[in-house]
């Protein structure tokens, strides 16, 4: 079923295409953005170059589809959609048409590799490759090469794709990975923020304080250290709007538990069962784990849990393995809520993926602003100012606004956290906003909704609000009045 934002969206796009019947080049640009609203969300994975963002596109699907390291193709934008199969094509624009030519994907060797026979990055605008995972069904997901100062080449894909010349980004929601706070990552920010969400704070950003592990030097409290980096940064840069919110995650540690194997699962407990002191002294380095007489795993297996989990990974395992962890399963699980992805999973969802509708929507009538703006035919200025009042107008938009600062500017405030609920910080449907069971009867849904209504009402009245308060209360009335519309009896 198509919600109201991407119904309404896709009315005002055929319109346009009724004023511009005229016109083929405009007519197909306004296809395109139709064609935008009916496809999955577009979330792509941005940061500096090697700051694991392969590696964390990886662990959230949960298999080994982008190649990571500095390879050719990891030059190249990547999108990977869902399909029955496994298939990967480069694309390539030349004189205003578009070629296709194949990519080889390689699974033999220790890393997964796309083999682009003699082409190299520069020939190439990008690779599509199409994967049977359930998790790309709702989402495509879109691996960039990365910013960088030193490579101004690289560089310029990943700002073509989010942050192009004209109009707004090809995708519809980011993931920031940051190692540190540097300009060339505010600045990126603020621009990719500026075309995401427009001039009215943040939308679709999320941040990623990336490989987490290393951040404690892979002690086994790397995740709090990683953490209090992650609130720092979240901070700076939710207070200053370029974000809606900053999590610690370790993407190796992530993607090693959702892919964990028997035969590492049977070598990591062997380990676990050494005596403590030769054990702890085989921990202390990476090197002395491969090194180490006293282990009764072989060498090479040992290198290959060190590739695979790092030095923070393999003795968070072992830790747990300790602690009485006592399957494969129970032990990806507890490693998967250590790495942060869990924390970064739940983020998506409510930030991305609920508000999938109102994001596609959003893209697209940007994209169909910035067609209307730049070739006016009769009748246009009515259709621009309908786009702009929707784009203005779109509660689901502004309840992401509000929770992306609830943190910063009302942290004191005690009712914060029912404030969060009631905007869909925590589920956007009915039940998940009042805080009650998934199967709470519609009247009683109805009269909570009203309650909740009259109590945000009554907050956003009260004369020593600030005007970020106040304008909070109002949005949060405003959702629960929707709860009480949804729930109506028809
Ligand atoms: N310790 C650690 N290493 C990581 C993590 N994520 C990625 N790496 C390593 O960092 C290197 C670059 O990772 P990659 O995902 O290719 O980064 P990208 O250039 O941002 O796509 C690879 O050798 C990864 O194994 C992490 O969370 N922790
Ligand atoms: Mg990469």
Known sequence: MTGPQLSHARELISEASRLYRGSIGIKQAIADCDERTRQPLRIAFS???KAGKSTLLNALVGDEIAPSDATECTKVVTWYRHAHAPSAVAWR??????????????????????????????????????????????TMLIDTPGMSSLSHDVSERTARLLTPERGPSEADAVVYLLRTLNDTDIRFLREVGSRLGGETGPLGIIGVVARADEIGAGRPDAMGAARDVADRFAAELESAGLCQAVVPVSGLVALAARTLRESEFADLQRISRVPAGDRDLALLSADRFTRSPDLPVAPEARSALMNRFGVFGVRVAIGFLQDGVASANELAQALLTHS??????????????????????????????????????????????????????????EELRVLARLKNKLSGVPDVSDLKRILGGRGTSPQARLGVPSGTPPDVVRQLARDSALRWRSRAQHPLNDPFAAAAYRSAARSAEGLMEDAAPL
Do not use: M, Y
Request: hydrophobic content about 35%.
């Open 47 to 49: 940061g500096s170059l």
């Open 93 to 138: 624009e030349s004189e205003g048409v578009s070629e296709s030519s194949p990519v080889i994907i390689d699974r033999s060797g220790r890393n997964l590799a796309f083999h682009l026979g003699s082409r190299t990055a520069s020939d190439i605008d990008c690779i599509e490759v199409g994967w049977p995972s359930e998790s790309l069904e709702k």
């Open 340 to 397: 942060g992805v869990d924390d970064l999973t739940e983020l998506i969802a409510v930030h991305f993926r609920q508000r999938s509708e109102e994001l596609r929507a959003h893209s697209a009538l940007l994209t169909l602003r910035e067609i209307l703006s730049t070739s006016q035919v009769s009748g246009t200025g009515e259709l621009l100012a309908r786009v702009d009042r929707s784009l203005a107008s779109d509660h689901g938009l």
